[in-house]
């Protein structure tokens, strides 16, 4: 049972290249999430799936959009990077409404 | 949008201290969480509160949510090096998916 697993660890990119975030649970959790963390701002929520075949925007959903492809996995993918877009990127999962989110270890993603 | 303000922003305190960091919104959640975030990892989730007025001990941590659901604290007692962390308060909206979080207090505590 390896929880949430996010790839890859690290990314460095050019302004302009475009990326694919990928994410994936085991615990058959119905929501997944990606937030993005930067320095004095505390974690931002991007966009998120309630259920499987769902997606909604969070706070800061633009130049970023996201792909649940079946319950296990949720993607993130910046089509043109900015370097506004460096950060550390999370990605979360909880079975259903009121219970605990369980957070993976993170992307640090660089554009330069 | 709803915003959480936490404070302070950063807190260093001696060993045995006491100390209370602060979650404040002009919003109303359905519920907030506490996280605990060490470097390099994800945030680890400390306690839940649900009802307005709820008060929660965990061990050293005690945690209350207001009577409004708009604000929250998280009081520590005898702080120890081992509570040294980045602290994230996070409000539940919109039947409980949405989650908007709080812009974090880091602490260090000094042996």
């Known amino acids: 049972n390896a929880g949430v697993t996010q790839t890859p660890k690290f990314q460095v990119l050019k302004t302009g290249q475009s990326m694919t975030l990928q994410c994936a649970q085991d615990m058959n959790h119905n929501s997944m999430y990606w937030y993005r963390q930067d320095p004095g701002m505390g974690l931002r929520l991007i966009y998120y799936s309630a259920s499987e075949g769902t997606t909604d925007k969070g706070e800061v959903p633009n130049g970023y959009n996201v792909s649940r492809l079946n319950k296990r996995e949720f993607s993130l993918r910046l089509e043109s990077a900015a370097p506004s877009q460096t950060s550390v990127y999370f990605c979360a999962s909880k079975p259903s409404s009121f219970e605990t989110q369980y957070f993976g270890p993170g992307t640090r993603l660089l554009v330069l | 949008t709803q915003l959480l303000e936490q404070s302070p922003q950063f807190l260093s305190i001696q060993e045995g201290e006491n100390l209370t960091v602060y979650c404040n919104s002009s919003?109303?959640?359905?519920?907030l969480q506490w996280y605990r975030q060490e470097p390099g990892e994800g945030p680890v989730l400390l306690v839940t509160?649900?009802?307005?007025?709820e008060v929660k001990k965990l061990k050293r941590l005690t945690f209350q949510f207001g009577d409004a659901r708009k604000d929250s604290s998280l009081h520590i007692t005898a702080a120890q090096p081992g509570d040294t962390g980045l602290y994230l308060c996070?409000?539940?909206?919109?039947?409980?998916?949405?989650?908007?979080f709080g812009t974090g207090t880091k602490l260090q505590v000094i042996p």
């Open positions: 919003s109303v959640f359905s519920s």
């Open positions: 996070a409000g539940l909206s919109g039947g409980y998916q949405k989650v908007t």
């Open positions: 509160v649900v009802t307005g007025g």
